[in-house]
């Protein structure tokens, strides 16, 4: 996938031309659109705007993230200049080729200027003061909308709060702690200002009451508050793609369990020299994407999909693995998980773990697969029926590891099970199929020796 930006022809966009900050004469604007981040991809969402309007930018620095159907991409800049013009602010929607800002190019990057500031710096205390705190220190780079209606109710002014949010987005708890930081400093000046006055309210409630109430007031108004957001896109996705499964697919979830004490025993004993060697450490999942290899091999339909008339078979395995990452869960995708190790598993699913987070995943990295694993074991789910990523025929759900009581040789004992769920398309899986599935899932991570002898 490439990701760029794209010049007008001399003929589309063009802007009357500007005074570059060193006096020289300026070339026309460079527009900023949206880039091709997908063949069946038209419309994206505008995620976070990294540069501010005015701002110098350098060539190739990232401008703006953009949300697809599939993932995040960050779009770089045309050129060096000075960003301005900004047509799309964060989650309003543009279609592929759409202009969202301009660029005038420039030479100079903004340290350059800043050389007359030192005698606007000069006059007086009160100057200086103000200036850190309504610029440098913490000042937003965006304000989201429960902030702005906070600060809107309360007559504040944005740039003098600090910004604690990621990327600089001023957030509704930096105005809540700033107005109780705020309040008690404010009060006494209301008395101030009508001196007559004070000897009447006394009875009533002391003053540190009158602040008390603004604050529940405020506090009261902001637990009543609402607000309306259009859905990411892919929140859009994910909701057509489950409506689609359930309409399309006849699914059907089936259970067992499984004792996690041997992969927990091996897992154990070969950490460290794993770590040592490998440079990451050994997870459970490495051990259920290779038992998912063994189970696909013999029961190939859940590996398969349906094509109209006609099923496809296939010969090899891509199993997406669900990851949490900072715009939701994420699938993607090990490629030929049959020829890969457990140390080249683990380091696979350990950068497409970071790159979720930094929310650098791109479209390629979730496209295909055939098989899917969803741990909602991570987050605590003792039981789930997870739902078929379409057009695959089955997802394997994962779920927590808790001491229970078992039979094991005519004896009750204490061991680590965990239960599984195997959601399956019965248009193209049977039952008897599905039930081997699993519990040859069962079987290979209760008896890890099975992958190495083929049993």
Do not use: C
Not at 112 to 141: I, R, W
Not at 179 to 186: G, T, V
Not at 288 to 295: D, I
Not at 417 to 437: C, K, N, P, Q, S
């Amino acid at each position: 996938m490439t990701v760029g930006l794209h010049s007008p022809q001399p003929d589309t966009i063009s802007r009357p031309p500007r005074l570059h900050p060193s006096n020289d004469p300026v070339s026309e604007a460079i527009n900023v659109e949206v880039p091709t981040v997908g063949e069946s991809i038209s419309e994206v969402q505008i995620g976070q705007w990294l540069k501010q309007e005015g701002e110098w930018v350098s060539e190739g620095e990232d401008l703006v993230e953009i949300e697809t159907e599939k993932a995040s991409v960050q779009v770089p800049a045309p050129s060096s200049g000075i960003l301005q013009g900004i047509l799309k602010s964060s989650e309003e929607f543009a279609t592929v080729g759409e202009v969202i800002a301009s660029i005038v190019p420039s030479d100079q990057p903004a340290p350059s200027d800043p050389s007359p500031a030192p005698t606007p710096a000069a006059p007086t205390a009160t100057s200086t003061a103000t200036e850190p705190a309504a610029g440098e220190s913490g000042a937003p780079k965006f304000v989201m909308p429960a902030a702005q209606r906070l600060i809107d109710e309360n007559g504040l002014i944005a740039s003098e709060i600090p910004a604690t949010g990621p990327g600089g987005r001023l957030l509704k708890e930096d105005v809540q702690a700033f107005l109780d930081r705020e309040q008690p400093a404010s009060s006494p000046t209301t008395p101030a200002a009508t001196p007559a006055k004070p000897p009447t309210p006394a009875p009533q409630s002391p003053p540190v009451s009158s602040s008390r109430a603004i604050s529940n007031s405020v506090t009261e108004a902001s637990h009543r508050s609402e607000e309306i957001k259009p859905l990411s896109m892919l929140r859009r996705t994910i909701a057509a793609r489950l409506v689609e499964a359930q309409q399309t697919a006849a699914l059907l979830t089936t259970f067992n369990e499984i004792d996690m004490q041997p992969v927990m025993s091996i897992r154990k004993k070969y950490q460290d020299r794993f770590i040592e060697r490998h440079g990451v450490k050994l997870g459970f999942m490495s051990f259920f994407a290779k038992a998912a290899v063994e189970a696909l091999r013999r029961f190939p339909a859940v590996n398969a999909e349906i094509q109209g008339d006609h099923v496809l078979y296939r010969h090899y395995q891509d199993i997406g693995v669900a990851i949490g990452g900072g715009k939701g869960l994420v699938v993607p995708i090990l490629r030929n998980v049959e020829r890969m190790t457990f140390a080249e598993i683990e380091l696979a699913i350990g950068e497409f773990a970071k790159k979720a987070s930094e929310n650098r995943i791109q479209a390629d990295d979730l496209i295909g697969g055939t098989f899917t694993i969803s741990n909602g074991g991570v987050y605590g789910s003792l039981l789930s029926t997870p739902i078929v990523n379409p057009p695959q025929s089955g997802i394997l759900g994962l779920h927590s590891i808790q001491q229970r009581p078992i039979a094991l040789d005519g004896q009750v004992v204490i061991r680590p099970m965990m239960y599984v769920a195997l959601t399956y398309d019965h248009r193209i899986v049977d039952g008897r199929e599905a039930v081997g599935f699993l519990k040859t899932i069962k079987d290979v991570i209760e008896d890890p020796s099975r992958l190495f002898l083929e049993l």
